[in-house]
């Protein structure tokens, strides 16, 4: 279990008493008014109240249900770190296959220029190679590697 998930089920586990608590305010008040459609209007004296309380103690019923619902709160929040960490993945493979293609791209330009001048096998023009856009692709790249250097250790040094 990553720290974050860690840190955020420990805060959710500190909300039970106070789920427990309004899980036993709205069956007390579910109470109340069965009592008073039952007796004709009459509220039910604190005696009959507490008797009620001790039930719903002595049943464990809130606090199985207080737990259902920190249960599903706990698996909200796994999924919905597993979907942002699935997001961020991509996102990552994404960068380094666009990064990939560039250099991958220069390359191929530079030994096709090579293969130009070196033994005179010309496949493409040299003009077609040497380029503006040639020279704009290849300051792509020398930043986003940078960038992505940067950005890795940045964010190796945030862990």
């Known amino acids: 279990m990553n720290p974050e998930l860690k840190e ?9 008493p106070y789920i427990v608590k309004k899980l036993q305010d709205e069956s007390i008040e579910a109470y109340k008014k069965c009592y008073s459609d039952n007796h004709k209007g009459k509220l039910p004296n604190e005696t009959k109240i507490n008797e009620f309380i001790q039930q719903l103690i002595a049943k464990g019923q809130i606090v199985e249900q207080a737990n259902a619902i920190i249960k599903e709160l706990i698996e909200d929040i796994e999924k919905t770190i597993a979907k942002e960490s699935k997001k961020k993945k991509y996102k990552i493979v994404v960068r380094d296959i666009t990064i990939l293609l560039l250099e991958l ?50 964010s190796s040094k945030q862990e």
């Open 8 to 16: 955020l089920v420990s805060k959710v586990k500190e909300l039970r």
């Open 105 to 154: 791209s220069l390359v191929l330009s530079y030994i096709i220029l090579f293969l130009n001048e070196k033994f005179k096998i010309e496949i493409i023009k040299k003009d077609i190679l040497l380029n503006d856009y040639t020279c704009f692709q290849a300051i792509v790249v020398v930043i986003l590697l940078v960038g992505s250097y940067f950005g890795k250790l940045f």
